[in-house]
C-alpha cells in the first residue's frame, strides 16, 4: 500500500502535501421493536489529499484511485487560489516524521466474531427492553467499525495504524395512555467486543428508568442549583469548554480569543480539565492524529486557570503553542479538524451524597440527552432527574432542558466529586461526525442554571 | 451497474442498485477574511437483494468486484432482515428541471462572491462576519429488477451569511439556496444588518407566557416533531400521538404543511425517491388537519399502505429509510414587519439550539435561543441570553397569531416566520 501511496504523492505540485488512505469496514445490525430493521456488512475506501502551496492549505478528498491526479490539481489550484485571495499564510509547526505501525490489543476482536453470533447478542439485548409491558418500542443497534488508516507525507511521514470501536446502544421507548417517554442506552469502547458483553443488568436498570418517567413530573421553569451526573457534567465539559479549547473554532473569532488566553482564570478553584486521548481503554484512544502528530495529554485548565489548547500543525504554528496530536477526521470523506480525543473533569474529594448535601434544596439531573453550544452559551437535555429537598432527592422530574452561559458556570462550579466516569459511546457532530469523541467528569455542584419547562 | 443488475438477479428475487457520484466545493469566509477553499469527488454502489422475504444490503465505492458485492448482499440475507413489499413497477416519471448549465469562473467565482457578502455587511454592522459560499454537481441512478431504470442529475448553489454577537457563534443569518449561481441578494444581506444593529444590546427578557416568533431559521425545532409523528414507523409502532387521527384537526387552521419533491422551482426536486418509487405532493397538514402519513417501501408494507416516495437514503453507505426532503409550509400574509407588531411584547426565536433533545414524537421541545432576541411595542430592543422556550406543538401550534409571507431555506425545509401565543418562556433573572 505505502509504494501506491508514495507514487500518488509525486503527483501534488506543492510545498508540503500529504495523503491518507482508509478502508473502513463495518458490521452493523439495528432493530426497531421486534422487527430486524437492518443488518450489513460492507468494507469502503477512499483518499485525502492535503496540500500546502505558496502559503494556501486546502483539502480534497477523493474516492477513486484513478482520480488521484485530477484530486491533486484541484487541490493546488484552491491552494494557489487561497494564497492569491488574501487568506492567512499557513504555516505548519515542525514534527519529526513519525513512522509506525500501531494495531490495537482488544479484548475480544469484533472482526473474528460471526455476524450471527452478533445478531444474536444483539437481540437478547433488545429483548430485555421489550419483554416489558410498559415498553412500547425499541431502537437497538450494534456497530463495529474498522479504520485501517495509512498516512504518508512528503516529509517522510509514513504510519498505519487501526482504529477498532465496538457500539451497542439506543432508545426505549415506554407509553402509558397518550404519554410517550424515552431513555437511550449506551455500550462501547476501542478496546474490544467485549466492551459490549455482559451488560444486561444495567440495560434492565434504564428500562426501569423509562418505566419510572412514566409517573413523573415535568419540570417546571426556572433558575436553580443543581447536582449534574457524570454524564451530564462530561457533556458540558466537552460542548461548552471544550470546544473552546479547539483552537480552530476560535482562531477567527477575536472576541472569543482574547477571553480564551492562558494564564486567564476562568473557572473555580476546584476545576480542572484534561483531554487525554493516550488514557488507554476509553473510547477515544489513538496514537497519531490524521495528520501523523502523536497525542498527547493536554492540561485544559487547572484549579480554574486556563493552561492549554488543543491544536493541529497549523493552528499551533499560528498561535505559537505547543503540538498536541488533536487533528482528527470522521473517515477516508473527509480532511482532518480538530477534535477532543478524551476530555474530562479531573475528580476532586466529595461524594455524590456530600455534594447533594452541599445542593441543600435545587435539582439532582441524570443522563444526557445531547447538547449544543452557541459560544458562550449552551443548551442540554437530561434524560431525567429529581427534586432534592434538604439535600434527599425525592419525587422523579421529566422534560429537563437546561441552559446556561460557559463563563458563569465554570465559576459557578462549586464542588467535585471523586466519582469520575468516561463515557463509551460518542457521536460529536463538529461538521463531521466523531464517534469516538469521549467525555467524562464526576458529579458536580453548580450553583445556577436555567431550566425550560412548560 | 446493468451488470450488477443481472447478476445479483440470477441469485435473487429482486434486485435494486443504487448508484451515485457527486462533486463539490466549498469557500469559507471568517472574520471577513479567506479560510478555505475546498472539494471532494465521491462515487459509490449500493446493492440491496431479496430473497425468500428477506433482504441484504451491502455498498462499495469502487465498482471493481461486481461479484464480490453481490456475495456480500447475498450473506446479509442470512441476518433475517424482512424483504420490503413488491419494487416499484416503472412509470412515466415528470420531467423535472433540475440541473443548470455548467458555469464559467471555476472556485474564483465563489471567492468573489463571498468577497461581496462580507464587503456588505461589514460596512454596516460592528460585529464578526462570516459567509461561504457552495456548489455541487450530483448524479444519481436507481435499477431495479423489476424494470425500473431512473436517473436524476442535480446541480445545486448554497451560500450563507452571518453576523455574530461578541463572544459567541450565535448570529443573525440567512441563506439561500439554488439551482445554479446567483448572488446573495441584496435584501437579505440588508435583513441582517438591520436585525444585528437593532438587537446589540443584552436585554433581559420578562420569564412567563408570552408570545414567540419563530423565524424560518428556528422552524425546524418543531417541524423535527410533527414530522417524527407523521412517520408511517410511529403509527406501525403506536407510539404516535397521530394515530387514528387522518381526518382532524390537529393544528392551528393557518397551518399548511407539504412535501413537494415535483416542486423544480428549487435544487433538488425528484420525480422517483431512492428506492424507484415515484414521488408526488405530500399533504401532512392541510389547514391544521392530519392529511396522512408518509412512508417507504418498508413501513407500507408492514402498515398496509402503498409506497409514497419518502424512501431515501444518507448516501451509498445506507439502507433507504423514511425521511421527508422537499417539505414547505404555507405561507400567510404577514411580512415580518407585520409580525412583529403583531407580536407586541415577546421573543423572538432567530436560532435555538437542543431541539434533538426532549421527547420528540410526544411533540415536547425545549430549546434554548441562540439568539432570541426581546421585542417592545413591535421593535427589537436587544438580545436576551441564557433564555429558553418550551411546550408541546400539538397545543402551541394550535395558537398560532400569524403566519410570514415568505419562506426561506432553513433545516429541514422552506419555512416562513411563525408567531405563536402563550409558549413558556424561561430566562436568568
Known amino acids: 500500500m505505502f509504494e501506491q501511496l508514495q507514487k500518488m504523492l509525486g503527483l501534488a505540485r506543492a510545498d508540503y502535501a500529504d495523503l491518507r488512505y482508509e478502508v473502513m469496514r463495518e458490521t452493523s445490525i439495528n432493530f426497531s421493536g421486534r422487527e430486524l430493521t437492518g443488518l450489513s456488512a460492507s468494507s469502503t475506501d477512499g483518499y485525502v489529499w492535503r496540500v500546502l502551496k505558496n502559503g494556501g492549505w486546502s483539502v480534497v478528498a477523493f474516492t477513486r484511485p484513478e482520480d488521484a491526479e485530477r484530486a491533486a490539481r484541484s487541490a493546488v489550484e484552491n491552494a494557489e487560489l487561497l494564497a492569491r485571495g488574501g487568506a492567512r499564510p499557513v504555516r505548519l509547526a515542525p514534527v519529526p516524521p513519525a513512522q509506525d505501525e500501531y494495531r490495537p490489543v482488544l479484548k475480544e476482536d469484533p472482526r473474528q466474531v460471526p455476524t450471527e453470533a452478533k445478531l444474536d447478542m444483539v437481540r437478547r439485548y433488545n429483548g430485555i427492553a421489550l419483554d416489558h409491558p410498559k415498553v412500547a418500542t425499541t431502537q437497538t443497534g450494534y456497530y463495529d467499525i474498522t479504520r485501517d488508516k495509512y498516512f504518508v507525507s512528503t516529509e517522510g511521514a509514513r504510519l498505519h495504524e487501526e482504529l477498532v470501536t465496538t457500539g451497542l446502544g439506543g432508545g426505549i421507548v415506554t407509553k402509558e395512555g397518550s404519554l410517550t417517554q424515552t431513555v437511550r442506552f449506551g455500550f462501547g469502547g476501542s478496546d474490544g467486543m467485549a466492551r459490549v458483553r455482559g451488560r444486561e443488568a444495567e440495560l434492565a436498570e434504564r428500562v426501569k428508568i423509562c418505566v419510572d418517567l412514566l409517573e413523573a413530573e415535568p419540570v417546571k421553569a426556572g433558575e436553580y442549583r443543581a447536582v449534574l451526573d457524570q454524564s451530564l457534567a462530561g457533556v458540558f465539559t466537552h460542548e461548552a469548554f471544550g470546544h473552546f479549547s479547539e483552537a480552530d473554532i476560535i482562531e477567527d473569532m477575536p472576541t472569543i480569543r482574547e477571553r480564551m488566553l492562558l494564564g486567564a482564570k476562568l473557572g473555580s478553584d476546584v476545576l480542572s480539565i484534561t483531554d487525554d486521548p493516550t488514557r488507554p481503554g476509553q473510547l477515544g484512544f489513538y496514537r497519531y492524529d490524521d495528520e501523523g502528530v502523536a497525542a498527547r495529554p493536554v492540561a485544559l485548565m487547572r484549579d480554574g486557570v486556563l493552561s492549554g489548547r488543543l491544536h493541529s500543525r497549523r493552528t499551533a504554528a499560528e498561535f505559537g503553542e505547543p503540538i498536541t496530536g488533536h487533528c482528527v477526521a470522521q473517515d477516508y470523506r473527509f480532511g482532518p479538524i480538530i477534535r477532543m480525543g478524551c476530555i474530562f473533569i479531573e475528580p476532586c474529594d466529595k461524594t455524590k451524597e456530600e455534594l447533594l448535601a452541599a445542593l441543600g434544596d435545587g435539582l439532582y439531573l441524570c443522563n444526557h440527552m445531547g447538547g449544543q453550544t452557541s459560544g458562550d452559551n449552551f443548551t442540554f437535555g437530561a434524560q431525567f432527574g429529581f427534586e432534592v429537598k434538604g439535600g434527599k432527592p425525592g419525587r422523579m422530574l421529566r422534560d429537563i432542558n437546561i441552559s446556561g452561559n460557559l463563563y458563569a458556570t465554570l465559576k459557578n462550579i462549586s464542588a467535585v466529586g471523586n466519582d469520575m466516569t468516561l463515557r463509551e459511546t460518542g457521536g460529536c457532530g463538529k461538521g463531521q461526525v466523531n464517534y469516538r469523541s469521549c467525555n467524562g467528569a464526576p458529579h458536580v455542584l453548580v450553583d445556577s442554571v436555567v431550566v425550560g419547562g412548560r | ?429
Not at chain 2, 308 to 332: E, K, Q
Not at chain 2, 383 to 412: I, P, R, S, T
Request: charged residues 25%; aromatic residues 8%; contains cysteine.
Open chain 2, 1 to 429: 451497474m446493468e451488470r450488477l443488475l443481472e447478476i445479483a438477479r440470477k441469485q435473487s428475487d429482486a434486485v435494486t442498485v443504487y448508484g451515485a457520484s457527486e462533486t463539490q466545493d466549498a469557500v469559507e469566509f471568517e472574520n471577513g477574511r479567506l479560510k478555505a477553499v475546498d472539494s471532494g469527488m465521491y462515487s459509490g454502489t449500493a446493492l440491496t437483494v431479496e430473497k425468500d422475504g428477506k433482504q441484504g444490503f451491502a455498498y462499495t465505492r469502487n465498482l471493481i468486484d461486481r461479484e464480490g458485492l453481490v456475495r456480500d448482499a447475498l450473506a446479509a440475507l442470512a441476518g433475517g432482515v424482512e424483504a420490503a413489499g413488491p419494487l416499484p413497477r416503472p412509470t412515466a416519471l415528470p420531467k423535472l428541471d433540475t440541473a443548470a448549465a455548467a458555469q464559467d469562473g471555476g472556485n474564483s467565482l465563489l471567492v468573489d462572491e463571498c468577497r461581496r457578502m462580507v464587503g456588505y455587511l461589514s460596512g454596516r454592522v460592528k460585529g464578526q462576519v462570516n459567509a461561504m459560499t457552495a456548489r455541487a454537481v450530483s448524479e444519481l441512478r436507481v435499477l431495479t429488477s423489476s424494470g425500473v431504470d431512473a436517473k436524476v442529475r442535480h446541480s445545486h448553489f448554497w451560500a450563507n451569511a452571518r453576523a455574530l454577537y461578541p463572544g459567541s457563534y450565535s448570529a443573525i443569518e440567512r441563506m439561500i439556496s439554488t439551482k445554479a449561481f446567483k448572488p446573495f441578494p441584496d435584501v437579505d444581506l440588508q435583513f441582517i444588518a438591520d436585525t444585528y444593529n437593532a438587537s446589540m444590546n443584552e436585554v433581559k427578557g420578562v420569564p412567563g407566557r408570552t408570545r414567540v416568533l419563530f423565524l424560518p431559521g428556528a422552524m425546524y425545532a418543531l417541524v423535527w416533531r410533527l414530522a417524527a409523528a407523521t412517520a408511517a414507523k410511529g403509527v406501525y409502532e403506536k407510539v404516535s400521538p397521530l394515530v387514528g387521527r387522518v381526518g382532524e384537526q390537529i393544528l392551528s387552521d393557518k397551518l399548511t404543511l407539504v412535501d413537494k419533491p415535483l416542486d423544480d422551482s428549487v435544487p433538488g426536486a425528484r420525480a422517483f425517491d431512492d428506492e424507484g418509487t415515484p414521488c408526488r405532493d405530500f399533504a401532512l397538514f392541510e389547514r391544521g388537519t392530519l392529511k396522512g402519513f408518509f412512508c417507504d417501501r418498508f413501513y407500507a408494507h408492514k402498515t398496509g399502505a402503498e409506497p409514497n416516495g419518502h424512501g431515501w437514503r444518507g448516501g451509498v453507505t445506507s439502507r433507504p429509510s423514511l425521511g421527508l426532503r422537499h417539505l414547505t409550509m404555507a405561507t400567510g400574509e404577514q411580512s415580518l414587519a407585520d409580525l412583529l407588531k403583531l407580536l407586541g411584547r415577546g421573543v423572538v426565536a432567530a436560532g435555538v439550539m437542543g431541539a434533538h433533545s426532549g421527547n420528540i414524537i410526544h411533540g415536547d421541545y425545549s430549546v434554548g435561543l441562540a439568539p432570541g432576541l426581546w421585542v417592545e411595542d413591535g421593535g427589537i430592543v436587544g438580545v436576551v441570553k441564557d433564555a429558553m422556550v418550551a411546550g408541546n406543538v400539538y397545543e402551541d401550534m394550535k395558537n398560532v397569531v400569524a403566519v410570514g409571507d415568505k419562506v426561506y431555506d432553513a433545516g429541514m425545509g422552506r419555512f416562513p416566520a411563525l408567531l405563536l401565543d402563550n409558549v413558556s418562556f424561561a430566562a436568568r433573572g
